[in-house]
């Protein structure tokens, strides 16, 4: 178990809808990651918070948007969501942020868009 | 940006000995770390070189080559349970964030 927890495991939805997908980082960890991984891109890097301040940016399509919260949990904001957007999507949180601290993932939320 | 070559997929049977090999970008590199994720689970971290040379862990190596731009990862005494996919994302900029997983190795070990 990584303490990381992510909610919900699974997620169906339709075309040109809105879904919010949360992450819980583990216990100390400041930074929080998202990432998205489909068979043809592989674990693609979405975004970083740390300490509630968004900290890098990679592949997030614009009507994905992302937030870290005080508490440090962190939500993930999909809308007109579109079949390609189907993935399992992993939050990973750090200790710092740094390059040399281990990231720990979750066990991801499984998307499915019909 | 950052870019990382591995072979996609390796194949070994159960007791050999397997090294997974990847090469980087050097610009802005700061190390390169190894995950493996087993089908339909999270990654999870194995090992994170920064300077040149072989970290060991248990059965699994990890050995870097800033000349070189290239490291691998060494599997030993394969067990099944070792079939996964393999990571080696580089650090760059300093940030985790800039972690570039690409589409990894996927290790199958035979009986």
């Known amino acids: 178990d990584s303490g990381v927890t992510q909610t919900p495991k699974h997620l169906i939805t339709a075309t040109g809808q809105r879904v919010t997908l949360r992450c819980s980082p583990r216990?100390?960890?400041?930074?929080v990651y998202w990432y998205q991984q489909s068979l043809d891109q592989g674990l693609q890097f979405l975004i970083q918070?740390?300490?509630?301040?968004?900290?890098a940016k990679g592949n997030i399509l614009e009507r994905f948007s992302a937030q870290q919260f005080p508490d440090l949990h962190s939500e993930l904001n999909l809308s007109s969501l579109e079949l390609g957007d189907s993935a399992l999507y992993f939050c990973?949180?750090?200790?710092?942020?740094?390059?040399?601290?281990?990231?720990?993932f979750g066990n991801g939320t499984r998307l499915t868009v019909t | 940006g950052q870019s990382l070559e591995q072979p996609s997929e390796v194949t070994a049977v159960e007791g050999a000995i397997v090294q997974i090999n990847c090469t980087y970008q050097?610009?802005?590199?700061?190390?390169l770390s190894w995950y493996q994720q087993h089908d339909g689970g999270a990654p999870t971290f194995l090992s994170y070189?920064?300077?040149?040379g072989l970290e060991e862990t248990g059965r699994f190596s990890s050995f870097l080559s800033r000349s070189d731009s290239y490291g691998y990862l060494l599997l030993q005494e394969l067990q099944m349970k070792d079939s996964a996919s393999y990571f080696c994302p580089g650090s760059y900029g300093g940030s985790q964030g800039n972690l570039i997983f690409g589409k990894g190795t996927k290790l199958s070990v035979k009986p």
């Open positions: 070189n920064a300077l040149d």
């Open positions: 050097t610009s802005g590199f700061y190390g």
């Open positions: 216990s100390g960890d400041l930074s």
């Open positions: 990973a949180s750090s200790r710092e942020g740094l390059y040399n601290s281990p990231l720990h």
């Open positions: 918070y740390y300490n509630g301040e968004e900290r």
